[in-house]
């Protein structure tokens, strides 16, 4: 027995020491990619020294001599943060992923080869002017010296995740930060998927009752919709799903996760200050690291401050000195797809208005790891690429013999958005700001302004214009061979919607239909908002001016708008009824819900119960009211409408019929359907969370999921690489945390605001930004995380443009130099 036990303590002592071995020795490959933040280098292609000054929060201060030497100088510091985060975003819009992962991502390359964006981005550089062809040229230049500087001086290849993944890294282009602005496109567009979605619902439901499952904006007149049945034949109306799983990595998501964000700024009259003010905080999916980078920037135009992506030498949202902007996705009904008709005698050809034409086409190899090389063959129609069956689930609603193929504003070889946002982030004033974003095309965006004494919004980005005969007003795929179907023209730009200096001196945004237009210059039908934006109506109108706090207050709000207004519909004939009930019982733990929800006032705080109980029943009471009616096809509506649910409840053009369960004989009411949905409810919480709901904590389900995207599922690596906080807000306040509505956890905060903004141009020093992790993309650092905590309990850094504050508590500074100067 001593001997056995001898053996036993031998090995576990072994595995002991491995494992520490193995730990140091990670730690120690790992660590030879940390920056030390003060240091000088000797790069080529730049005319002068330039500072790269960490701020005590490691926000890079870059001076320099030119703009030229400025941009190369961001490029080194992105590179030096983020290189690994760089490199995955260009080879994502590459379609070469399956390089480093397999064949799990090759969906995901297969579909960028068809879109072929980073094809389009080639073409697009020489569309761009010369400053910004000379910006895109300093800054690849920037981010080659530092991946000199990683081959030279032994710097670990540059980023943790490089020794895991390994594979060479080529050297920057300017294409490559056009393309990832395309790439950004492609995440925040929804509406292919919405059409989809619309359509495989049309083939269950009426018409009646689709305006109440997918409804239009309240506020719109918009008119009845042809069937999809009857509108593209020989569809099956139960289609089964055709896309895969889906996969952290894929820039496609779908209509309610592609973008959101908040906006909006007071003018001179609604402003304590004397000046004006501005908020703003998109909203994208969250990440470790977060997808924004602050940076600020000495310009000869004037110095700018704010949040850049990685890879992308603009800082999209921010502040100059005399002027500040901040983005809100536009919604703009922006992509159309159509069902090709392939001629049945030659698989090569589909219809066009004129009779069969031949597909463009050409094959493209992608290498796959550990697996065989696959061989696509690329087509194109005139409406555009031709996608696979499983994108956006395409294949559910395509008839046998036909493709379909997708228009896209983005789709273009002159695509200028890059030299627009570059006189964007140069102008001085409002009007020099829309004059300059004349050029963008895409994604859509409401750019929200102000300078010291105005304020405005406007739409940019193309918008198609389409015939007023088209068959679904681009809301459903459609026949592409149909002249009236496909796009005419755009429409100018003078047309976008615009709002100057407005007279109620408040302009904002929350994704909420900004214009009520007929067809066809609508704009779009679906649009991000219908809640929060009466809350942030109510914060704004109940204060006759405003402060920076006052902003940062309706920021951080989360009062649900939705909840106040969608409980006493659904506990109408609940409150306060029912018998006595015994403690444990089931019409007990009903009662004590009831009596909790009954004294809230809606705030969507972590530390409360009621969030969890409210967000459980509503998610309980969608799936009772559309899994009968809808069978499988109810799993892709994973987070319940709030119009969807007051049409209900309210019985509007007698949708109160969802209620009643048509296989069963009896009739259900909506106070049946309520009360079953809370028990369910209830049931769920006690078997996930315990049964004593005065305990429950909405922060505990609500968790924000800054995950890695490549190394969050790493056994032991996924501690040290993801980042989980509590938080509050939920799907509808005005501080978003947008729920995954699906899985083991349907609460988790899968999408918010990375970056937040408040800027104040009485004493523009005083304004404050702040993202949702930290500045270095390298999980051992210290920076990897130091704004997240931050972030998570509302606060903030300054927004300062002074030179001496930014010097007075640095980090450190890296200086470049010229290598002559050596």
Known sequence: MARIFKWLLRIATGAVVLFVAATVLVWYFASRSLLDYDGTYAVAGLDAPVDIVRDNAAVPHIFGASDDDVFFALGYAHAQDRLWQMTMLRRTVQGRLSELFGTRTLPIDTLLRRLDLYGLAVSSVAAQDAPTTAMLTAYSAGVNAWLAEINEGSRGRGAPEMWVFNAPIAPWQPADSIAILKLLALQLSGQASAEVLRA??????????????????????????????????????????????????????????????????????????GSTLLASDPHLGLTAPTVWYLARLQLQSGDVIGATVPGLPIVLSGRSADLGWGITSGYVDDQDLF??????????????????????????????????????????????????PEVYDVGTVTPPGHVASLSWTALRGDDTSASAAMGMMRSLTIEQAIAAAEGYIAPAQNLTLADRTDIAMKTIGSIPLRDAAHQSMGRLPSYGYLPQNRWSAMTPYADNPEFLAPEGGIVGNTNNKTVDRPFPNHVSFLWGDTQRINRWRLLMQSRQVHTRDSFIEAQLDTVSFTARALLPLMGADLWFTGDAAADGTPERRRQIAL??????????????????????????????????????????????????VERVFRDVDGAAVWCDVIQSAPVETCTDISRQALDDALIWIGETYGTNLETLRWGDAHQATHDHPTLGTVPVLQWFVNIRQSTSGGDH????????????????????????????FADPDSSVFVTATGQSGHFLSRYYDNLGELWRRGEYIPMSLDPDLARAAALGTTRLQPTEAQ
């Open 200 to 273: 495989r619902t049309s083939l269950i439901v009426s018409p009646e009752r689709l305006a109440d499952i997918l409804p239009d904006d309240p506020t719109s007149g918009i008119a009845a919709l042809p069937e999809y049945a009857a509108l593209i034949g020989d569809v099956p109306r139960y289609a089964a799903n055709t896309r895969g799983p889906s996969d952290a990595l894929s820039p496609v998501k779908p209509f309610d996760l592609a973008g959101a964000s908040n906006a909006w700024a007071a003018g001179i009259t609604r402003s304590a200050t």
């Open 339 to 388: 069902i090709e008709e392939v001629n049945p005698d030659d698989p090569n050809q589909y219809r066009t208005p004129d009779g069969w034409a031949d597909f463009r086409s050409r094959n493209s190899i992608v290498t796959v790891k550990d697996a065989s090389a696959v061989t696509l063959t690329l087509r194109w129609t005139d409406n555009g690429p031709v996608l696979p």
């Open 595 to 644: 009596t909790l929800l009954a004294n809230w006032n809606g705030e969507m705080n972590e530390h409360l119960p009621e969030p969890l109980i409210y967000a459980a029943w509503l998610r309980a009471l969608q799936d009772r009211l559309t899994r009968d009616e809808l069978g499988p096809l109810s799993a892709e509506f994973t987070r319940a409408d709030p119009v969807f």
């Open 733 to 760: 306040t005005l501080m978003r945390g947008r729920t995954t509505g699906t899985g083991p956890d349907p609460f988790l905060n899968v999408h918010a605001a990375g970056y937040r903004g408040v800027y104040d």
